[in-house]
């Protein structure tokens, strides 16, 4: 019988979305929870995230009389998701699992007094397959004074958004030239700010209100946290996952877990060895995930029988890096800036080649699978004028002016004429001439005969809505021309171990890991290969850990 320096009902590995989730209803039945967290910040990736959940039938959509059921939600993810042989981590019976315990899961954290909201407008990524939600099926948390952690409020991990606004206004505001409402949010913001300075209190938004509620809901539950506490090894007796072994103040420390262990330590992004080896052609310099995620969680379940599945998938999030932030640890995304009316994207050789206003997670995947045949990583963002002087470039606020840095650098191209920028990229002046003349016959005609861009609700909402008669499409026309480089960058890796429907840890055979779990992006994704809308990896992490608590019980 192994010795122990501490022992807990449950221990959990990590303290990203699912951790606090599981840990509350376990210590709502009176068990033992410790979160043993590898960096000295509590709240993971999805504290610096945009912290959505995406909740499917949820009681929001209710209360605003949005459109949803059980049956039209299944019917979107098995059009979306589908049954595939090589997604085990989304097979029907998970994905019908998430979809039930979602609403579950909510209605429970509501019930401890997390304040949740949702976007007003937010469309599924697919909106036009069948079961999709136009509306969107969004959850966020409210607004979070910081403050209210007391000595813990250094301990929250900052997320990227340093405005106290939610993530609705904060949506909204990049129409501040076009919009009165955007104006009126400005002014909004502007006060909310005076106000809590004056008050003492310091609001923060989207994934640090979402863990910082959280957190605050874990630490008055009696929750026990451990930071700096780096989980090496799973301790196996009997076939059962009995405990772990961590590095405290540099010493191996050995803890119990009478129930069980739940990994959530991510995935992979900060580990380029595992990159090479399962998502060749990115790398750890485009991601925007927190560094302590470096694989060797789902390494050490490997090690123990683990299957894992879908590693080649990432949530891709694409990038444009200035000169100057190349080393920071948030870069700079840029969904927004080929989805804009008056700007494409190209591959190295000139032409077009998808839907530039598809989601993120496929806008990657995209740019990977061209890349196999004709050089697109990276890709070139082409733009004209009337992109720069009325949308956002790596800002959410358009600007025309720009740091001369970025043109000294070389990142940013200008020119003008559209043969003249060609050759600042190496790309035959004829070829980008083509490209860009076929899809300024298709802004005349209003219709995107190539990819039919602009044709989803979706579409329109990345765009803009103030724009006459598309908001996807605008002919690029006017210059100078501009253009910059874009990249596959991710906001974390898609695939991990494999886990049932009741998120235990499966063997190649399909049997458990006795007493281990597992959830977020250390596991093969519910949503296989796909990115069913905004939340769709934040959410599936907090429902396994949900599920994860309910099955643990189940079993004591």
């Not at 976007?119 to 099926?137: A, C, F, H, L, T």
């Not at 400005?186 to 310091?202: N, Q």
Request: proline letters at 4%; one cysteine or more.
């Amino acid at each position: 019988m192994s010795t122990y320096d501490e022992t807990f009902d449950f221990v959990v590995v990590g303290s990203g979305g699912g951790s606090m989730c599981a840990a509350l209803v376990l210590r709502q039945a009176g068990k033992s929870v410790l979160i043993l967290e590898k960096t000295d910040l509590i709240g993971g990736t999805t504290a610096r995230s945009g912290g959505v959940m995406w909740i499917p039938n949820n009681r929001f959509m209710k209360r605003d009389g949005v459109e949803d059921s059980r049956e039209k939600s299944i019917a979107y993810m098995d059009s979306v998701v589908g049954d595939h042989n090589d997604t085990p981590g989304a097979t029907k019976a998970r994905r019908d699992a998430y979809v039930d315990n979602s609403t579950e899961m909510v209605d429970f954290l509501v019930d401890q007094g997390i304040k949740l909201n949702r976007v007003s407008y937010w469309p599924d990524y697919y909106d036009n397959q069948p079961g999709g939600s136009e509306e969107g099926r969004t959850v966020v948390a409210e607004l979070f004074n910081v403050n209210e952690l007391g000595e813990w409020k250094s301990k929250l991990r900052p997320n990227f958004i340093p405005m106290m606004g939610t993530l609705d206004e904060f949506l909204k505001l990049r129409f501040i030239k076009k919009s009165w409402e955007a104006k009126k949010i400005a002014v909004r913001l502007g006060l909310r700010t005076i106000g809590a300075k004056l008050t003492g209190k310091h609001y923060v938004t989207a994934g640090a209100a979402l863990q910082g509620r959280m957190f605050q809901a874990a630490l008055k539950a009696r929750v026990e946290f451990r930071i700096n506490s780096a989980v090496q090894e799973l301790v196996v007796e009997d076939g059962r996952v009995k405990g772990v072994v961590a590095m405290i103040n540099s010493k191996p420390y050995r803890v119990a877990a009478k129930l069980g262990v739940l990994v959530n330590a991510g995935g992979f992004a900060h580990n380029q060895e595992m990159r090479d080896k399962y998502i060749p052609g990115t790398s750890v310099k485009w991601t925007n995930v927190t560094e302590g995620d470096t694989g060797e969680m789902i390494l050490e379940m490997m090690r123990h029988g683990a299957a894992i599945a879908q590693m080649e998938e990432m949530v891709g999030n694409q990038m444009s890096i200035p000169p100057g932030m190349e080393n920071d640890a948030v870069k700079p995304v840029v969904q927004g800036v080929t989805a804009a009316p008056h700007a494409i994207l190209v591959d190295q050789t000139g032409v077009r080649y998808m839907n530039e206003s598809g989601s993120y997670m496929t806008y990657c995947q995209g740019m990977l699978e061209r890349n196999k045949t004709v050089p697109a990583v990276p890709s070139w963002a082409i733009m004209d004028s009337q992109y720069i002087k009325n949308y956002g470039l790596i800002t959410p606020f358009p600007s025309t002016k720009k740091p001369q840095a970025w043109y000294d650098s070389g990142y940013l191209k200008k020119a003008d004429t559209i043969e003249e920028l060609a050759g600042m990229l190496n790309i035959g002046p004829s070829a980008l001439r083509a490209t860009v003349d076929r899809f300024n016959g298709f802004v005349e005609n209003n219709k995107d005969e190539d990819f039919n861009r602009g044709e989803r609700a979706y579409d329109r909402w990345l765009g803009d809505p103030y724009h006459p008669n598309n908001a996807s499409l605008g002919s690029i026309s006017k210059g100078p021309f501009y253009a910059v480089e874009v990249v596959p960058g991710d906001v974390g890796t898609y695939g991990g171990v494999v886990t049932d429907d009741n998120a235990r840890v499966l063997r190649e055979d399909g049997t458990a890991i006795e007493g281990l779990y597992a959830t977020g992006i250390s596991t093969a994704s519910v949503m296989g290969r796909a990115y069913a809308g905004a939340g769709a990896s934040v959410g599936p992490s907090f429902v396994w850990g949900y599920v994860t608590a309910k099955h643990v019980l189940a079993s004591a």
